[in-house]
């Protein structure tokens, strides 16, 4: 109960409720439209008892063949007839407003979970299981659903329903109002607490491994690759079995908590219903009520408790729905990390110069930056390497000038500008990148190369793969630039993803290149072939070369070589290699003897 009134305070009920309010106000007239034709139709179900009665009185005090007895029959019965046609009507207007409503809704929210995802920093995605966040947007969405109706559609009219009959009761008789009321507000009150306080947290918790549930699932299917290069199918079933039975035993404690919560509240309704028709006998008998009384009080109090046993279940789906919409809600409460600045503006990079000027950076609660007061400039034009151990800086490097994190203090000036005032979608369409394991889209390979340039022709498409040496496999293939890559390319050797993604930076033609060692999944033939294309591609580019394998690097202008966050040695390959117990020369004497083992026994 404590973590519950923690949790109602400030947490996830505020929040929920909250957000679902601020989507509302983005349609008022829909909302006001809803709210009256719900009024007024729940106000058709509080009078029909109360006519309903007038007509038994009428045909058990008098005969049909006394006008006044049956003009009062006729005029209960008309009465009866009009509120139940106007309830229809006015229910029809209401479910077609929600239609509306609903389905507006959860395309924002929807669209905008997908805004934020899209634009959270690569450090949450690298924290996030893409089908556990995938899992939770859709989850919410359909409990979005389940909320609006629960609200509009079902408490709504309980309450309406609640105060209408407890104040006509009392009109007649103050008591019976009293004994409705009471028993009828103790019930409403002794459901929530314990539909809240008792099933709630269970549920919660819940829904959490349902999350986990969804992203072991993802994480299994996505690197099915893996499992089949393992013979680890049996290893992910126990894997997988062990969620399921988290996930099984906490659904199971939630499902058996409703179910007592549902005997309470019959039980609740059972005591109400005796003291009503009890209270009504007692009237019968004084001769304070007659037999078209007895009827009002009765169909009042049996359309109140279907109202009042559903209030029950409205409450569960009430706390159903925030539990599942809490994620989603959570997706649109956490900062992006790394935002425009107001006003920022769209760089214009027509040179590509490169500045790190007194750059300091650290990863997020690291205590030591990565870099301290870091300084280079990269010229426009120049073809420079990055060499480096692992953990050297050499892919934070190239992060930082896409500005996928921030720095702590200095800048990063591309052509005089400070990326931090830029615009980060314009920056990074004016950088084409080649990753060491590229991902392609689960679309046509037309598409995937056009992604750089979505406005691109046939013509051009095809220009760009022959560049990268990928229009030969391409066109071999039975549906050639139209065929589906499968998802993240999986349907193409590690090669062929290499060579569709060079093509990608061929078509951007970007002043800045950056090269993850684009050519290690190549064949020999084919890397011949790329290199030479990236020769022509890198003329009249800023290029910037991670290079694993140091002869890729040979013939750049300037080599990086970092140890720890800083430049431990820079200039050619000649001037590096050169340097006695230098670490580019260490690094490049181990790989050409790795290089000259292998050949040896290949040759064995």
Known sequence: MALFRKDLRGGAFRSVLGFTWLHWQRQPVRIAVIAGAVLLSTLADVLTPLYSGRLVDAVVNGHATEAVV????????????????????????????????????????ASGAFYRIQRFSTEWHANSFAGSTVRKVTRGMWALDLLNDTLLLALFPSVIMLIGSTALMAWYWPLMGLIIGIGS????????SLSLGYVAPMARLANRWDTKLGGSLADAVSCNMVVKGFGAESREDARLAKVLTKWRDRTA????????????????????????????????????????????????????????????????????????????????????????????????????????????FHY?????????????????????????HSGSGKTTFVKLIQRLHDVKSGRILIDGQDIAGITQASLRQQIAIVQQEPILFHRSLAENIAYARPGATQGEIEEAAR???????????????????????????????QR????????????????????????????????????????????????????????LDRLLVFEHGRIAEEGNHEALIGLNGGIYRGLFELQTLELTKGLVLNDD
């Open 70 to 109: 049956w003009n009062a029959a006729i005029a209960a019965f008309s009465t009866l007839l009009a509120l139940s046609l106007g309830a229809i009507i006015l229910r029809h207007i209401t479910f077609m407003q929600i239609v509306d409503l609903t389905l507006n809704m959860m395309t924002e929210i």
């Open 185 to 192: 507000l103790l019930f409403v009150a002794v459901t929530a």
């Open 253 to 360: 404690r939630t499902w058996v908590r409703g179910t007592w919560n549902g005997t309470s509240q019959g039980t609740m309704l059972l005591v109400l219903r005796a003291a009503v028709i009890g209270f009504a006998l007692i009237l019968w008998s004084k001769g304070q009520a007659s037999a078209g009384d007895i009827t009002f009080v009765l169909t009042s109090f049996f359309i109140l408790q279907g109202y009042l046993r559903e209030v029950g279940m409205h409450i569960r789906n009430l706390q159903r729905s925030v539990n599942d919409m809490e994620e989603l809600v959570d997706i649109q409460s956490q900062p992006l990390g790394i935002e425009d600045r107001p006003g920022a503006k769209p760089i214009r990079i027509s040179n590509g110069k490169i500045e790190f000027d007194n750059v300091t």
């Open 364 to 388: 997020g609660a690291h205590r030591l930056p990565l870099y301290d007061r870091f300084s280079v400039t990269i010229r426009a034009g120049e073809r420079v390497g990055l060499v480096g």
């Open 467 to 497: 560049q990268a040496s990928a229009h030969d496999f391409i066109s071999a293939l039975p549906k050639g630039y139209s065929t589906l890559v499968g998802e993240r390319g999986v349907k193409l050797s590690g090669g062929e993803r």
């Open 500 to 555: 569709v993604a060079i093509a990608r930076a061929f078509l951007a033609d970007a002043p800045v290149l950056i090269l993850d060692e684009a050519t290690s999944s190549l064949d020999s033939e084919s890397e011949m072939l790329i290199q030479q294309a990236m020769e022509r591609l890198m003329l009249g580019r800023t290029t910037l070369v991670i290079a694993h394998r140091l002869s890729t690097v040979r013939s």
